[in-house]
């Protein structure tokens, strides 16, 4: 019976062991692939697995062999803005912490970049120091992230154990490494004892001396400096030699020092979001304090961008505007049309729906590109459009009554994207040469494998369809460039060192 149950493990083992070698690593994989749109003109095109893919030059190879293949390894969006790159650094301080040793002191070593502080902590600082000279030299400096990595890098922090991080606008990390040198920090008593934030330090200082004799004798020697100092005139803005002021505040403090970049994203669901939040941030964090705008889409951005609540922001590549008030800094992605119709329609490209309804968001980036299609070829506008209250109302009002909808964006990126591929809705050819012919336009193509229920496969059909694609453009406002040239020129430059990597964020 033993060998029976020996037997018995030892074939579910092997089992199991054979079935983990053949799962693939990661299931995220996309292809070159050559299509054919209805209208048999070859295009470059959207291709991908079931999951996603990379947009790619179309293959020019027609032997039938099969296509290589590619893997993408895609990171979690958190929900919450700025979130997903706080645990990183969140991270690296516990790492910390869990080797840290239970002397008096311990060395430390504060992260090279900053985290994401929510806006409205920001404005807190802002409102309570704005008028503090050291405050104001801080936002002086363009590089004050890298100012402070340097100071400590060559003097190693340490902090008392129990010890806070910050007091206000101080760093708790500088006021305690400052013990170990008793005359700077009596120096610091003396010509701080008015300041607020440092008297707060000094009460957490004494209550964790009355259980820590190495804390009290170097507060002790501090106070005879001070003391010392007699009838002298204190001055609040003393800073010992070699420090600079960005080592002095707090990460908070020294994050709303620094200028707000207003990026419009778009919906919180949509690619704009997704790069600010996953690429952008992370690589800005250091310099800016990039904040997100939620919009309606490209014209709610132009608005913004021209009253000033928006320093940048991502447009569709067919947006017309003031060259001499937005800057254009990059063109990172491409962004699709996508036409679907009920699957009840007989319908097959953008010349078969003149008696239908087509649903789309009013005032939205799709209704801009929408109009323009009118616009060069009249035909279109024998259409009914329909005013949607959002995409998922368009794709409810396609579905339920045998109609249509149209949006604009990457494919893959987009939460309508997951939406629109269902069985009750078929994604139809856009195919009109006038489009292309204007140059704002250029062809693509999208396949079954990027949609794999809205593009039905199968032995006698294609499994292309035509439409049309144009860039995705960053734009910067030339009156922020203006106010902030330095720190512009840091962005843009940065911006084009990682567009690479934003393609991949999209999927291309």
């Not at 154990?161 to 170990?180: D, I």
């Not at 002095?248 to 020092?257: H, I, N, P, Q, T």
């Not at 953008?350 to 009118?374: C, E, Q």
Request: proline residues 5%; glycine residues 6%; contains cysteine.
């Amino acid at each position: 019976m033993t060998n029976n149950k020996n037997s018995v493990k030892q074939a579910r083992f092997y089992v199991s062991a054979a079935i983990a070698i053949l799962l693939p690593i990661n299931g995220w994989s996309a292809s070159y692939s050559t299509g054919r749109s209805s209208s048999s003109i070859k295009t470059p095109s959207f291709s991908s697995s079931k999951k996603t893919g990379y947009y790619r030059p179309l293959s020019r190879n027609t032997s039938g062999k099969s296509p290589s293949s590619y893997k993408s390894h895609s990171g979690t969006v958190s929900s919450k803005f700025g979130k997903s790159y706080n645990s990183s650094i969140e991270q690296h301080y516990a790492g910390q912490a869990s080797k840290k040793s239970f002397a008096a002191f311990r060395k430390v070593m504060p992260a090279a970049k900053p985290m994401h502080f929510p806006e409205a902590d920001l404005q807190k600082y802002r409102s309570r120091y704005r008028d503090n000279p050291l405050y104001r030299q801080a936002g002086q400096d363009h590089d004050s992230w890298g100012s402070r990595d340097r100071y400590y890098q060559s003097h190693p922090p340490v902090i008392v154990n129990g010890g806070g991080n910050s007091f206000g606008m101080l760093s708790g990390l500088f006021l305690y490494s400052l013990l170990n040198n008793s005359a700077s920090a009596g120096e610091y008593a003396f010509n701080h004892q008015n300041d607020a934030d440092y008297l707060k330090w000094r009460a957490e200082a004494d209550q964790l001396a009355k259980d820590n004799a190495e804390l009290k004798a170097q507060l002790e020697q501090i106070d005879a400096v001070k003391n010392a100092k007699g009838n002298a005139q204190p001055d609040p803005n003393w800073l010992p030699p070699g420090v600079p002021v960005s080592a002095v505040m707090s990460d908070a403090a020294l994050k709303s020092s620094q200028p707000d970049f207003n990026v419009c994203v778009g919906s919180e669901g949509g690619p704009y979001y997704k790069v600010a939040q996953t690429t952008m941030l992370p690589e800005l964090v250091e310099w800016v304090n990039l904040n997100p705008v939620i919009t309606q889409g490209t014209p709610d951005i132009l608005a913004k961008l021209a009253s000033g609540t928006c320093d940048a922001g991502f447009i569709q590549g067919d947006a017309r505007f003031d060259e001499q008030r937005l800057e254009v800094l990059f063109k990172p992605f491409l962004e699709a049309a996508h036409l679907a119709c009920s699957v009840k329609s007989n319908a097959k490209s953008i010349h078969d729906i003149a008696d239908k309804n087509l649903w789309i968001p009013k005032n939205s980036g799709s209704r801009m590109t929408w109009d323009y299609f009118v616009e060069l070829n009249p035909v279109h506008g024998k259409i009914n459009i329909k005013d949607a209250v959002n995409y998922e109302d368009a794709i409810l009002k396609a579905v339920q009554t045998d109609a249509c909808l149209f949006y604009v964006a990457a494919p893959h990126a987009a939460a309508i994207d997951r939406l629109i591929d269902r069985k009750e809705l078929k994604l139809l050819a856009i195919d009109d040469e006038r489009l292309t012919q204007s140059g704002i336009y250029q062809a693509r193509t999208l396949s079954s494998g990027d949609y794999s229920k809205a593009i039905q496969s199968s032995l006698f059909s294609d499994h292309y369809i035509q439409t049309v694609v144009t860039p995705a453009t960053f734009v910067m406002n030339t009156a922020w460039k203006s106010k902030n040239p330095d720190m512009a020129a840091k962005i843009a430059l940065k911006l084009a060192d990682i567009e690479t990597t934003l393609k991949q964020s999209v999927k291309q």
